[in-house]
């Protein structure tokens, strides 16, 4: 009714005065073309603000070792996602979530609380742009940092452990004789371990990135969005097919005695990744389209975002390179152990070494419990030694990680290692990280280390009386 009431003022206007009309009409396309221009520069300020964050994380990124594998994909395939969303709706949230993860790393100086506000930080960026971010962005930012990257390493032992007991338990049914051992499977003689790369985190976090850019693909193909109730629905999904293929993998080794590091052991892991994973992703993802909303008209949003906000948080994350040193510190140091026929020495990193020429034993000091603990695996691989063997038993009633040291040219080493407060002992992570939160005596890790399994068991069980 308006535009019809609209329409016919303009006629009777353009009729009766039509100088007036030209003049208005040239007046509404220079207003146009000069608001084009300024959109096109606002997009070009914000283009600018992105490499100018990228630029001013560079540091921070160098100096915890550069972006992992997961990282990088997220840079990649993070246009994939985005698109005409409604991200500008969670412009405060984006915002003050960005701010309080800087600020954050600036106590504590953790890692992943930096990388959190550092894609916060850009996220909201790309909402000065034409394409914005939208849920999957936010996903894909979840699935790339580092705390996800830990959270899978400190439960990947216990997942091998389910992995390698029900890959045993089916293979068993057509070779009765194969024996379990921790995380191996032995089959006459023959030794196959489950280790760290056969339900990785690299495959993990590859097929959770192809999940997300299936659900991307097919929602920009149809124009449509994907809500949050299907994207999580996909995720289970993938982490049960990443699971299933995985044990098949296992059983596929097993029977073809595909040896790490030979040509067929590869081959057999691409074709599971490709057939059992990826395959089954993109068919679920086309076959869930009705589960997706259809994209309506956008109702204009009044919270716009704002080029202060943006610049300020750039000067967070560039100010996030002067940060130099942890000022969180524990409460307790490390316990004292009983060795009194082993040498004493401590490093510039506080780490307590006892040795002779029998057996080695390390107290790490107690870690912050927000951050990463000093693991074992950390330092013993980047010492040039392999893990195999991985187990855990119980001394004197407590629970005790095991597992073995190779090294080209060198005698195997057998070590153990456990989490301690020097009054009660533990595996748990959620044990040691609880007693930090409620000011309990700090806990540190213990690894006992000797060429025989029978002296490395023996030092342990002294320790755990």
């Known amino acids: 009714m308006i535009y019809r009431y609209v329409r016919q003022l303009a ?17 509404i396309e220079t207003i146009r073309l000069l608001w084009i221009k300024a959109l096109k520069i606002c997009h070009y300020k914000a283009y600018m603000q992105i490499a100018l964050l ?14 992992s594998l997961e990282q990088i994909l997220f840079f990649v395939t993070l246009p994939l996602t985005l698109g005409n969303n409604r991200a500008r709706r969670y412009t405060g949230f984006t915002f003050v979530a960005s701010a309080l993860f800087l600020g954050l790393f600036y106590l504590t100086h953790v890692y992943s609380a930096f990388y959190i506000g550092f894609t916060l930080s850009l996220l909201l960026t790309l909402m000065l742009t034409p394409k914005q971010p939208g849920l999957l962005s936010y996903v894909l930012a979840g699935i790339s940092t580092p705390a996800f990257q830990y959270l899978f390493q400190v439960f990947s032992f216990s997942i091998r452990l389910f992995l390698t007991r029900l890959a045993g338990k089916i293979l068993a049914l057509i070779f009765p004789s194969i024996e379990l051992a921790g995380n191996s499977l032995v089959m006459d003689d023959v030794s196959f371990t489950v280790a760290p790369e056969c339900m990785g ?14 659900l991307a693909f097919i929602a920009r ?12 629905l996909f995720l289970l999904a993938t982490l049960l097919l990443v699971i299933c293929g995985n044990i098949s993998r296992i059983i596929l080794t097993v029977i073809l005695r595909a040896m790490p590091g030979t040509f067929i052991h590869e081959i057999i892991g691409l074709l599971v990744f490709s057939i059992n994973i990826c395959l089954p992703l993109v068919l679920l993802a086309v076959y869930m389209q009705p589960l997706y909303s259809e994209k309506g008209h956008e109702a ?16 967070l994350v560039a100010g996030s390179a002067l940060v130099r040193q942890n000022h969180v510190h524990t409460q307790g140091g490390t316990p004292s152990l009983n060795l009194p026929d082993m040498q004493q020495s401590i490093t510039k990193d506080g780490v307590v070494k006892y040795s002779n020429n029998n057996a080695l034993v390390y107290v790490k000091p107690p870690a912050f419990f927000l951050g990463a603990d000093h693991h074992p695996f950390i330092c013993w691989r980047g010492s040039g030694y392999q ?14 990680f095991t597992f073995e040291l190779h090294k080209e040219g060198e005698p195997v080493l057998y070590s153990c290692w456990w989490y301690s407060n020097g009054l009660q002992h533990t595996c748990s992570q959620f044990t040691w990280r609880m007693a930090a939160i409620n000011g309990e005596a700090a806990y540190s890790v213990i690894n006992v280390s000797a060429p025989s399994r029978e002296v490395c068991l023996s030092l342990a069980k002294q320790q755990l009386k």
Do not use: D, W
């Open 11 to 27: 006629i009777i206007l353009c009729l009766n005065h039509p100088g007036l009309c030209i003049k208005l009409a040239n007046t």
């Open 54 to 67: 990228i630029l001013a994380a560079t540091p921070v990124f160098a100096a915890y070792g550069g972006l």
């Open 201 to 214: 985190l690299n495959m993990l976090s590859a097929a959770l990135i192809v999940a997300i850019s299936s």
């Open 221 to 232: 193909r149809y124009n449509k969005r994907i809500a949050i109730f299907p994207c999580l």
């Open 300 to 315: 204009p949003v009044i919270k716009q975002v704002t080029f202060r906000k943006v610049i300020f948080l750039l000067l």
């Open 387 to 400: 893990i195999a063997n991985e187990n855990m038993v119980q001394i004197n009633h407590h629970e005790v």
